[in-house]
T-cell receptor, first 115, second 114 residues
Framework: EAGVTQFPSHSVIEKGQTVTLRCDPISGHDNLYWYRRVMGKEIKFLLHFVKESKQDESGMPNNRFLAERTGGTYSTLKVQPAELEDSGVYFC?????????????FGPGTRLTVT | GENVEQHPSTLSVQEGDSAVIKCTYSDSASNYFPWYKQELGKGPQLIIDIRSNVGEKKDQRIAVTLNKTAKHFSLHITETQPEDSAVYFCAAVDANFGNEKLTFGTGTRLTIIP
């Protein structure tokens, strides 16, 4: 079974540009999460999709970030326009079940560098 | 909201010795505490977890303990091996009522010295 995949693995962009990150969850997983780790700090929750609906987007930093999950399969996270503080590693995770039994499986992450 | 603190930030131990990583959490409603291991170039991988109705759980060389009164939980790795070198993250979640987000600690970089 394929795991969670993310594309690209690395992205270097200039301040003010736009970047779109993609996540393909494990097939059949309704729950999809985005997290971010800024250099040396904790991994922070951004948002949670259940199928195509946003269940919780309380972690989204501001309106420069837009997440979508059309059709309830893969998800994209767009940053527009990018700022220096957006640099970090963006992780996607998916789970089949909600609640205490829903292990979240993480992808390898996308390392975003804004210069 | 939940706040998780993790110590130490770096830890070096001799191969064969034990390693202990400690975390504290703030929200008494948290009821699920997973530990993740992140190797270079990979995403975090769940290695062990504990629910709030259990005080200790063991899986071969790794064990986790939970003290709900003190809001502490710890990861213990015995007989460490070079492949245990990685960054370890603790997390806490209130898994009731559809609140699924993981709140992570800042991570511990564990280095096993051969």
């Amino acid at each position: 079974e394929a795991g969670v995949t993310q594309f690209p693995s690395h992205s270097v962009i200039e301040k003010g540009q736009t970047v779109t990150l993609r996540c393909d969850p494990i097939s059949g997983h309704d729950n999809l999460y985005w997290y971010r780790r800024v250099m040396g700090k904790e991994i922070k929750f951004l948002l949670h999709f259940v199928k195509e609906s946003k269940q919780d987007e309380s972690g989204m930093p501001n309106n420069r970030f837009l997440a979508e999950r059309t059709g309830g399969t893969y998800s994209t996270l767009k940053v527009q326009p990018a700022e220096l503080e957006d640099s970090g590693v963006y992780f996607c995770a998916s789970s089949q079940e909600l609640g205490i039994s829903g292990e979240q499986y993480f992808g390898p992450g996308t390392r975003l560098t804004v210069t | 909201g939940e706040n998780v603190e993790q110590h130490p930030s770096t830890l070096s131990v001799q191969e064969g010795d034990s390693a202990v990583i400690k975390c504290t959490y703030s929200d008494s409603a948290s009821n699920y505490f997973p530990w993740y291991k992140q190797e270079l170039g990979k995403g975090p991988q769940l290695i062990i977890d504990i629910r709030s109705n259990v005080g200790e759980k063991k899986d071969q060389r790794i064990a986790v303990t939970l003290n709900k009164t003190a809001k502490h939980f710890s990861l213990h790795i015995t007989e460490t091996q070079p492949e245990d070198s990685a960054v370890y993250f603790c997390a806490a979640v209130d898994a009731n009522f559809g609140n699924e987000k993981l709140t992570f600690g800042t991570g511990t970089r564990l280095t096993i010295i051969p």
